[in-house]
């Protein structure tokens, strides 16, 4: 290795000794920087990673290595050097590694110069390193291959032009082999068999930041073959013209030999497919461990079924084998209770009739063009399933986004795939569980404690319902005697003891059956398990399918993973008179979008709240866009927030529209004075920030006298850009979020006082940069303010606009009598106004008897929380819509962020660990100015300037020493 080292620092400076060096590096970086800022237009891309700079480097470098090794033996043999190299004290296979380690290195030095690139990125963007560092690894690999062709190519030649040509052709070819200008004429099977053999795609699979053994080894065996092959080229021009003695066999045998088990070691490494690293941030590329822990709820065979046609658009058959690697883990992690089956359904007609008619999984046509001719293709791209009788499906829509960059050519790539298919398990897990024992899958004992008053205090009916309880929790108790325990105690008995207690621990107090009947009684239900306690309420119907449904709602949150509910209260739409006639229908939001994406993972209902209660099943509160809410609905929100529940608010104290015009007008919710007196408050002003989305605008220009219309990107201060330091990072929901915009926000203070020591998390704030406004306008004033187009006399710095706080609330209604109750006055049925039945009865005539039952409960567990968003508008469907236009995307941030906020609230923590991991495909830029872009692309070229100037400069100074360190090796004396 010492001559060979010797061999390799000689090349090397005769590489820097005439100007083939510098060429080589100053081609490399010119061509790459330039493909990086303007062909690929990095800045407008918007995307934190170092993908543009690899997307090209499998085709530069078969060109550019190719030039730098056509003269490696091509110009030894030309000038006649190669003889006297061959008969010198050195042997061939010193010769070709000093020579390949020679051109490695001078492909390392160029790699290393590129790397101001990705430092400059991780200045205005979270770069994840782990994809910078496969990809460099993956450059190095596939450089390595190259010059291994190169110089075998070379060593058959004596013409320099003749091995460019040749390395260029064989270099092309393994290419070609992957890439999908060749793959998509053949079907999944022969297109996963190409993309085994393609040089380009090995690359892609290892500058994703998965260091696969496969994937290095393939370059490795390339490389050993064709050094087999050049050593073998060399020793060969030493033999005699015929060549037939028994040593020359032995070299042929040899040669041939080594090169089938280099390139059948390919075969036998393909099974270990576990035999590889993720280095991206989070590993997002593997298994993670929410999944596993899904995995292991598993108590029957799981079927993952993928539908694959072999006939689909190239854009889609890349994405196959991904997928399929990514379900062959779960099938490794599901330990036996896990089945994956990859089947075309157009070659298997048994299977696609099944799908068809049971599962509702069709071909979708995709329309193709190629350079003759465009044409139709019928083809699935879906994936089944399915657990015990329940079952979900997953289409390409689900599995795939598409994004339109700036010379309008279609990216497809892959959705977050781990969390779209563990999401689909959670749910058939949960709906399976859902039609069993539902006390089975609650880990842990389960205590059921009922604080009722004696029979003789309860009002009608309320005796007989307490029988049919009794009779549910035997049935509760045979279904699982060890794992559920029962308690019935009175609070009225042993001079009150047990009522102070629930008073003082769970705010809980006597009931009535009446505003005006003196008589109190007890009855409450509460569930505990470990150190977490839920209350359940009496059902409307006061009867035992009622009260099983409650309880079984309540025992499903202490289930992990268990499908939950979310009560959706939206604003009802204010009908336009004139919408028959083309006119808006409303001008309230519409929340489509949200309530589509909330039912993913999760049962929603509507909660309107007008009869004062929310629905009973509910795990969470979601209130938008609130518009003057009553005091029944008012009184709904804060009971659900003290019997430990979660409530979402997005509110703002004004309405903006923007269907016909940027309109902002005063508003109020009616949970001003509710939030007020938890410690939050909405000042009546409009944030801005310089650091925001934009939004388009149409603009009318004179070309020759005629007007047209034009689209052009405005800047718009009150559509806050929140990224960075403005998304709490740590406890909270918008952990592994990158971006979040928000629309026309407020700002929110907090009261330290009235909190009462409350954890308070800090969600969502603007920049430095940001500031509010009182003058509620939406349209920018440029003629006023010509610097941003809106008035700066508010605060100024960074503006709360989001908040959580969790602990122990009081309530607002501590103290006074329940507004269910006060209905009584007016001469109505009181049950009829609070929402009940009649009670005991359902004739007309005794509805008058009936009592209604209220009660005010005065304080929460530590588990209620309040999370407030000042905006009423950023989840919307024309929000929405309006951002995502913007970047031609999907744009579902908004929606990220509330399921984000449903699982951190429930406690559900795997999925949301997942979407975390997701977020971490796509990290976008910190905002900065044209001028800011500029200076940054410009000093990367002065970076690659400077890196030659400093490596010509070396080289000078080494340049002799090594010539002197090569004539030793060779033998010559007196150089």
């Known amino acids: 290795m010492h001559n060979v080292a010797r061999i390799a620092r000689k090349e090397l400076a005769s590489f820097f000794s005439s100007p083939t060096a510098f060429i080589f590096v100053g081609v490399f970086l010119g061509v790459l920087l330039f493909v990086f800022f303007w062909f690929e237009r990095f800045f407008a891309r918007n995307i934190a990673d170092i993908r543009p700079l690899l997307d090209w480097m499998p085709i530069l470098l078969i060109f550019l290595i190719s030039a730098m090794t056509m003269r490696m033996w091509s110009e030894e043999r030309r000038s006649g050097t190669l003889e006297f190299l061959l008969t010198s004290p050195v042997t061939p296979l010193q010769l070709v590694l000093g020579k390949f380690f020679a051109c490695l290195m001078l492909v390392g030095i160029a790699l290393v110069l590129t790397l101001p690139l990705p430092v400059t990125i991780s200045l205005f963007g979270q770069l994840d390193w782990g994809p910078a560092f496969g990809g460099y690894v993956a450059a190095l690999a596939l450089a390595a291959a190259y010059i291994a062709i190169g110089l075998f190519v070379s060593s058959r030649t004596d013409n320099q032009v003749v091995s460019l040509i040749l390395s260029v052709l064989v270099c092309g070819i393994f290419y070609l082999l992957g890439s999908n200008a060749l793959t998509g004429l ?41 050094l087999v092959l050049n050593v073998y080229s060399l020793e060969s021009l030493r ?71 072999s006939a689909t658009h190239p854009l889609l058959a890349p994405l196959v084998p991904r ?12 330990d036996g209770r896990v089945r994956v089956e990859i089947v075309d359904p157009l070659e298997e007609p048994a299977l696609e009739a099944e799908a068809s008619q049971q599962y509702g999984i069709r071909p979708v046509p995709f329309q193709t063009a190629t350079k003759y001719q465009s044409s139709v293709t019928n083809s699935y791209f879906d994936i089944l399933v399915k657990y015990g009788d329940e079952y979900t499906t997953l289409n390409y829509s689900a599995l795939i986004e598409i994004q339109r960059d700036q010379s309008a050519e279609l990216n497809v790539d892959l959705r977050d795939p781990e969390f779209e298919v563990t999401r689909a398990i959670k749910k058939v897990l949960n709906g399976y569980r859902g039609g069993g024992n539902v006390l089975a899958s609650i880990p842990g004992k389960v205590l059921f404690t009922v604080y009722v008053s004696s029979d003789e205090a309860l009002p009608e009916p309320l005796p007989a319902l307490r029988a049919q309880l009794d009779e549910l929790l035997r049935d509760y108790k045979e279904s699982a005697p060890d794992n559920f325990e029962i308690s019935i105690a009175d609070p009225s008995a042993n001079g009150g003891q047990i009522a102070q207690q629930l008073q003082e621990n769970y705010g809980l107090q006597p009931l009535a059956a009446g505003l005006l009947d003196p008589q109190r009684f007890w009855f409450h239900l509460i569930v505990s398990s470990g150190d977490r306690a839920e209350q359940i309420p009496l059902p409307e119907s006061l009867d035992k399918d009622g009260l099983k449904r409650n309880v079984d709602a309540a025992l499903k949150r202490f289930t992990p993973g268990a499908l939950r509910t979310v009560a959706l209260h939206t604003p009802e739409p204010d009908v336009n008179p004139m919408a028959q006639f083309g006119g808006q229908g409303s001008n309230a939001p519409s929340f489509l979008q949200l309530q589509t994406r909330l039912e993913e993972n999760a049962s929603v209902i509507g909660a309107t709240m007008n009869e004062g209660r929310v629905p009973e099943a509910a795990d969470i509160l979601l209130v938008t866009a609130p518009d003057e809410l009553d005091e029944k609905q008012l009184f709904a929100v804060d009971q659900f927030l003290m019997k430990g529940g979660t409530v979402f608010i997005s509110s703002a104290p004004f309405k903006a529209s923007f269907r016909d015009n940027l309109n902002i007008t005063p508003a109020k919710s009616g949970l001003e004075d509710w939030l007020a007196h938890h410690g939050f408050k909405l000042r009546e002003s409009l944030v801005l920030d310089l650091q925001n989305s934009p939004i388009p605008v149409p603009i009318q220009r004179d070309v020759g006298g005629v007007q047209i219309q034009q689209i052009q990107l405005l800047e718009y201060p009150p559509f806050i850009d929140a990224r960075g330091s403005g998304l709490a990072r740590e406890g909270a929901p918008t952990v592994g979020m990158d971006q979040l915009t928000l629309s026309w926000a407020a700002p929110i203070e907090v009261d330290e006082e009235k909190a009462g020591g409350r954890e308070i998390i800090r969600l969502i704030e603007t920049s430095s ?69 009649p009670l005991g009865s359902s004739n007309e005539e ?15 567990p530590e588990s209620a929380r309040i ?109």
């Open 239 to 309: 033999w005699s013209r015929d060549g037939r003695s028994i040593r020359h066999r032995q070299w042929r045998f040899a040669a041939v030999l080594i090169v089938v088990n280099l390139i059948a070691a390919n075969l036998w490494l393909g099974q270990f497919g576990w035999a590889r690293a993720d280095l991206t941030s989070g590993n997002i590329y593997s298994i993670s461990s929410a999944t596993k822990s899904y995995l292991r709820q598993l108590r029957e065979p799981l079927l993952i079924r993928a539908y694959f046609s």
């Open 186 to 226: 053949f079907g999944n099977a022969g297109t996963e068999f190409l993309r085994l053999l393609g040089s380009g795609s090995r690359f892609e699979s290892i500058s994703r930041g998965v260091i696969d053994l496969r994937d290095i080894y393939y370059y490795l065996s390339i490389v050993g073959v064709f």
């Open 323 to 334: 997928v399929r690697d990514l379900l062959k883990e779960y099938q490794l992690a599901g």
């Open 867 to 975: 999370i407030l968003v000042s905006s009423s508008t950023f989840m919307s469907d024309d929000i929405l819509n309006l951002t995502g236009s913007v970047s031609q995307t999907v744009y579902d941030a908004p929606l990220v962020f509330v399921q984000n906020a449903v699982e951190w609230a429930l406690e559900d923590r795997g999925l949301l660990e997942l979407r975390s991991r997701g977020g971490q495909f796509s990290r976008t830029l910190e905002p900065m100015t044209a001028s800011a872009q500029a200076f940054w692309e410009y000093a990367n070229y002065l970076f690659a300037l400077a890196g030659l100037l400093v490596i010509f400069i070396i080289h000078r100074s080494l340049r002799r020493s090594t010539n002197r360190r090569y004539a030793d090796v060779l033998g010559i004396k007196g150089v």
């Open 769 to 837: 940069n940001g500031w509010d406004s009182a003058e509620l306008n939406g349209v920018p004033d440029y003629e006023s303010y010509p610097s941003v187009g809106f008035a700066g006399n508010g605060k100024a710095g960074r503006q709360l606009v989001g908040a959580m706080m969790t602990g122990t609330f009081s309530s607002y209604f501590a103290g006074k009598s329940s507004p269910l109750a006060q209905d009584g006055e007016d001469g109505r049925d009181a049950s009829e106004t609070a929402g009940h039945p």
């Open 846 to 860: 005794k509805e008058a008897d009936v009592p209604n039952i209220t009660s005010v409960v005065e304080r929460s």
